[in-house]
């Protein structure tokens, strides 16, 4: 009997240690399965979130928005490699792993269609092809892998569906590496030189008293049809095939005409921004345009779009749509779609995706996979639906939703509008054709996304000199990745572009007589520049921004009227300040000068300013200091003694607002000109500036400031460390 027992327990003790290893293996098969499903959805979820706020990405200008924006950009390639990697560890555990290589496949079609921008930031380009290599090393593997691991009907519809899909990728990373070859500087450089070569002797094809710049007569300006003979290595000349600014506006077509169409003009600007946009790229590639083009730019600047009573708001337009073409041929992939060819390898890219998902729908759904599932290690809902089918469907229908919006976005295009009305004007089957014109003409007016934020972004020293940024902010840990947040620097609320400010810094850069002067012709013409000429003369245009921001915010406290001029005064005001404390790089001084005479602003305001907890009673020890004499040459003092001479005409504050108002505007134009490009090209991709649209505008111009007066060295003293 109890070697009867004996032998029952060992065969109890064998099944129980079978059991437990099944059920270990099962556990193991079980976690490693949803361990790779949660990073599928996880990084899925990521892509549809950097496809929708990759969207907004030059409208906004908000802090948080770009640190999310990074880690959007950042994480999703990092982790389709680790998911790739846990896929590749997984298969030769998991019996049933056939999804895994639809599922990777599908995550890098989904990361390169959710990528509407091709870089974060202009150095951004590097890094992409050795990650790539590595993801498609990976993938290649598991394709392997799948087909020494699956039956004959399954490994052929397998392979033709992801060899499907594969090549879509692959077409989608040959139109992102063309897109960076277009950004870098040695491609920019050979495709911008055929418009430079052309623009130095434009100037003399036509008679310049016989110049129209109402209606474009005698501008010869390339719009599009150059790029086929660059690559065919010809010098640039103008036959039917080029499209310039002077065919644009001579088309007969009823779509362009100003009293059919096209009656206020703005399909017709369309194609004039975008032969600006070529024009503006010589900067970033060291050509230069010849003094009599930059002379022809500005007669079309001030005698065409100027000229009109609102003329102000085309110009603005214009403008800011020529920046929109060139933050796309920075960041994302219109160049390489919209040029003469690419057309026919997107179709093929749109038929490729739906050939793979169609097979990849069917084999998701046929008893193979959406029965009950295969193994134990395969979760299923409570109807026998397989997990697996579940991931799989939701990735597909994200990757569809993904690619049609992408569709619509190029559909609707500013790109596209340019080459329908360029093949408009060299057609002439069209021209006529009323459901031709009637569908060019509503796509040409359908604007999905709108160029920029348009809005000032708003600093004020008063109320932002008490500011200490967070602990958390301040961890030298993460110094290495953003920006370390500076002492006094906080925000205000950005405030609208207004067409007052619009009309103001248009009729002064209007009214220049081709020397630009940091506010002192605006005092002249108000009989004021006897007694404040002097805060014109400092040291540095940082130390005038900061003397004038303050003595306008005093007189903004103590004079309020409801008036334009006040609003032009106030905004540009905070505006300049702004970039002084946010954007250094963009104004005229040197960007280490600058932060450090704001560092010296902040410091002297905290001890000049101690215990006012109110802008009350900053004000009110302002006027104070201004009444007193400081020879510590302080720019606190200076703004304060500034402010008090204002003061003393506030029995006409009118007036008072007029000259402050004039004297920004000017100002605003004064520091427009910059050789540093690469400043504003940047800027574009973090919401851009309205200094941006003044610096295209004077760069299109020729217009630059005087050199600055020889001044002595820089005397340092305190200031928080670097």
């Not at 474009?216 to 499209?243: A, Q």
């Not at 900067?283 to 009573?309: M, T, V």
């Not at 000109?673 to 309205?690: Q, R, T, V, Y």
Request: aromatic share 10%; hydrophobic share 40%; with cysteine.
């Amino acid at each position: 009997m109890r070697e009867l027992q004996g032998s029952q327990m060992e065969v109890v003790n064998k099944i129980h240690t079978k059991t437990s290893d099944v059920m270990n293996e099962l556990h193991t098969q079980t976690v490693s399965r949803a361990k790779i499903e949660l990073f599928v959805c996880l990084t899925a979820l990521l892509l549809i979130l950097r496809t929708v706020f990759g969207l907004s990405r030059h409208w906004y200008t908000n802090r948080m928005l770009k640190v999310a924006l990074l880690a959007l950009y950042t994480l999703p390639s990092h982790l389709i490699t680790h998911t790739l990697g846990l896929m590749e560890e997984a298969g030769e555990v998991l019996l049933h792993s056939e999804l895994f290589p639809i599922w990777a496949t599908f995550l890098m079609i989904f990361f390169k269609s959710s990528g509407y921008f091709s870089d974060y930031s202009l150095d951004d380009r590097i890094s992409y092809s050795w990650e790539h290599l590595l993801r498609n090393i990976l993938l290649a593997k598991m394709l392997i892998f799948s087909v020494t691991n699956s039956w004959v009907f399954w490994v052929v519809t397998t392979i033709f569906g992801v060899m499907c899909l594969f090549l879509f990728v692959k077409l989608k990373d040959n139109g992102k590496a063309k897109s960076l070859l277009t950004a870098r500087g040695y491609d920019l450089q050979r495709s911008t030189k055929l418009i430079s070569d052309y623009m130095s002797s434009e100037h003399q094809t036509s008679d310049p008293c016989n110049l129209d710049p109402i209606q474009m007569r005698g501008y010869n300006y390339v719009v599009r049809g150059e790029e086929t003979i660059w690559v065919n290595g010809s010098p640039l000349e103008i036959t039917d095939e080029v499209v310039t600014v002077g065919k644009v506006w001579a088309c007969q077509g009823w779509l362009l005409s100003s009293t059919g169409g096209d009656e206020d003009g703005k399909l017709k600007d369309i194609c004039l921004s975008f032969s600006l946009y070529k024009l503006l790229s010589l900067r970033f590639c060291s050509y230069s345009l010849p003094k009599e083009a930059h002379k022809k730019l500005w007669k079309l600047i001030r005698n065409g779009l100027l000229a009109e009573k609102n003329g102000y708001e085309r110009a603005f337009r214009v403008i800011e749509l020529e920046l929109s073409f060139l933050f796309d041929s920075f960041y994302t992939k219109y160049p390489f779609i919209f040029h003469p060819g690419r057309w026919k390898l997107k179709l093929m890219e749109i038929s490729l995706f739906f050939i793979g998902s169609l097979v990849m729908i069917v084999l998701c759904f046929t008893p193979h996979h959406s029965n009950a599932p295969q193994d134990k290690s395969k979760p299923a809902t409570s109807g026998g639906l397989s997990s697996d089918v579940i991931v799989t469907s939701l990735i597909l229908m994200a990757c569809a939703g993904v690619e049609l919006v992408q569709l619509i976005l190029i559909a609707t295009s500013e790109w596209t509008k340019v080459s329908l009305l360029c093949k408009y004007i060299r057609t002439n089957s069209w021209q006529g054709n009323k459901r031709i014109e009637k569908l060019i003409g509503r796509i040409c007016r359908t604007q999905l996304l709108k160029p920029w934020e348009r809005k000032l972004r708003q600093y004020s020293l008063l109320e932002s000199h008490g500011y200490t940024p967070p602990r958390w902010v301040c961890i030298p840990a993460k110094a290495g990745y953003i920006h370390r947040v500076r002492e006094g620097k906080k925000q205000s609320t950005p405030a609208k572009l207004s067409s007052e400010v619009k009309e103001a810094v248009f009729h002064s850069l209007n009214s220049n007589l081709g020397v630009l002067e940091n506010g002192e012709a605006s005092l002249r013409l108000n009989k004021v520049a006897g007694r404040l000429s002097w805060a014109c003369r400092l040291e540095t245009q940082t130390r005038v921004i900061i003397v004038w921001h303050i003595a306008t915010s005093i007189c903004e406290h103590e004079v309020q009227i409801s008036d334009s001029n006040f609003l032009v005064a106030t905004r540009l005001s905070k505006y300049l300040a702004y970039l002084v404390a946010f954007s250094p790089k963009l104004l005229p001084d040197c960007p280490d000068d600058t932060e450090y005479f704001f560092d010296q602003t902040i410091l002297q305001s905290r001890d000049m300013l101690p215990g006012c907890k109110t802008v009350e009673e900053r004000i009110r020890k302002l006027k104070e200091i201004g009444r007193t004499v400081d020879g510590t040459g302080s720019v606190i003092y200076w703004g304060a003694q500034l402010g008090q001479q204002l003061l003393k005409d506030k029995k006409d504050p009118k007036f008072i607002w007029k000259v402050l108002a004039e004297f920004w505007a000017e100002l605003m134009v004064y520091v427009a000109p910059s050789d540093d490009a690469k400043a504003h090209a940047e800027n574009l991709a973090m919401g851009g500036e309205f200094v941006t649209h003044l610096w295209a505008l004077v760069s299109l111009a020729g217009i630059k400031r005087e050199p600055p007066v020889e001044r002595s060295t820089i005397k340092r003293c305190r200031s928080w460390s670097n």
